[in-house]
């Protein structure tokens, strides 16, 4: 079946890096787009952008961009969400989740299946 | 951008009840929407999608109607289990986006 399964939870300082891995199995990976979506402690979704696992090529949120990175390992099915000069404002649970259609079909998706999600903690 | 906009941003009903919550666009995004309920600690589960299309395996009282810019996502009988928080997601454009939320509680 269609899994999505990330890396464990993060605890880093102010000012540190995080790379969450979020890996692909049951599907072909090249195949569908991988988006990232933030979710703040008693917060809502917020959509920080999506890969192309196809090209590699990225598109970002607005307020995402500059501190925030989207890669790919296409030889483990894995995306990769990076994250630089760490805030506190960045604590939040990560989640990566999977365009519906395949990229061949369609840009305009919604997501399906999601990962469990990931903690990222930034505290002094 | 376009921005959504979901109301109410929260509310309480009795079980049984029909539940109806909105979402906006800011501007027509035709039937590029899509419905997701997060229950308490867990993880988004996909609803409704094309605006009205309910995902396999979805019990039959939830049900999404609209198109263009104003949609709605009701329960026509609400259940325990519903308890939890609705987000509408839109995609009509490689730039998509959510909602606020509405988080549904039992009375």
């Known amino acids: 079946q269609v899994q999505l399964v990330q890396s464990g939870s993060e605890l880093k300082k102010p000012g540190a890096s995080v790379k969450v891995s979020c890996k692909a199995s049951g599907y072909t990976f090249t195949s569908y787009a991988m988006n990232w979506v933030r979710q703040a402690p008693g917060q809502g979704l917020e959509w920080m952008g999506w890969?192309?696992?196809?090209?590699?090529?990225?598109t970002y949120a607005q307020g995402f961009t500059g501190r925030f990175v989207f890669s790919l390992d296409t030889s483990v099915s894995t995306a990769y969400l990076q994250i630089s000069s760490l805030k506190a404002e960045d604590t939040a649970v990560y989640y990566c989740?999977?365009?519906?259609?395949?990229?061949?079909?369609?840009?305009?998706?919604?997501?399906?299946?999601w990962g469990q999600g990931t903690l990222v903690t930034v505290s002094s | 951008d376009i921005q959504m906009t979901q109301s109410p941003s929260s509310l309480s009903a009795s079980v049984g009840d029909r539940v109806t919550i909105t979402c906006r666009a800011s501007q027509g995004i035709s039937n590029y929407l899509a419905w997701y309920q997060q229950k308490p600690g867990k993880v988004p589960k996909l609803l409704i999608y094309a605006a009205s299309t309910l995902q396999s395996g979805v019990p039959s009282r939830f049900s999404g109607s609209g198109s263009g810019t104003d949609f709605t996502l009701t329960i026509s009988s609400l259940q325990p289990e519903d308890v939890a928080t609705y987000y509408c997601q839109k995609y009509n454009s490689a730039l998509r986006g959510f909602g606020g939320g509405t988080k549904v509680e039992i009375k």
């Open positions: 890969i192309n696992t196809n090209t590699g090529n990225p």
């Open positions: 989740a999977r365009d519906v259609l395949s990229l061949r079909r369609s840009f305009k998706n919604w997501f399906d299946p």
